[in-house]
Nanobody
Framework: QVQFVESGGGLVQAGGSLRLSCAAS????????MGWDRQAPGKQRELVAF???????NYADSAKGRFTISRDNAKNTVYLQMNSLGPEDTAVYYC?????????WGQGTSVTVSS
């Protein structure tokens, strides 16, 4: 059974930074792709960052240059460093695990950016 423990969300002023963490268990973490989705109020959930098992990364256009996804396989943890945050980044952020054609999500951590 896949389980996640997410942390790092909170309230931050525009221009600030946050670092999200997601510790996964119940899977062979090192061979899975991981990502971070977010869902803003009234909007669809979107994938903002992805990291493959080999460490290759991809970002949504909205995240490029500001967000950095990384992973520590020894700790079964994926991170999302978010810099230069703006009110448009306000959302619930979900850790996502890719396994074949399926995905699994954490419970989400809320990020609020005040202007």
């Amino acid at each position: 059974q896949v389980q996640f423990v997410e942390s790092g969300g909170g309230l931050v002023q525009a221009g600030g930074s946050l670092r999200l963490s997601c510790a996964a268990s119940g899977i062979t973490f090192s061979i899975t792709g991981m990502g971070w989705d977010r869902q803003a109020p009234g909007k669809q959930r979107e994938l903002v960052a992805f990291i493959s098992s080999s460490g290759s990364t991809n970002y949504a256009d909205s995240a490029k240059g500001r967000f950095t996804i990384s992973r520590d396989n020894a700790k079964n943890t994926v991170y999302l460093q978010m810099n230069s945050l703006g009110p448009e980044d306000t959302a619930v952020y979900y850790c996502r695990l890719f396994r074949g054609t399926r995905s699994y999500w954490g419970q989400g951590t809320s990020v609020t950016v005040s202007s």
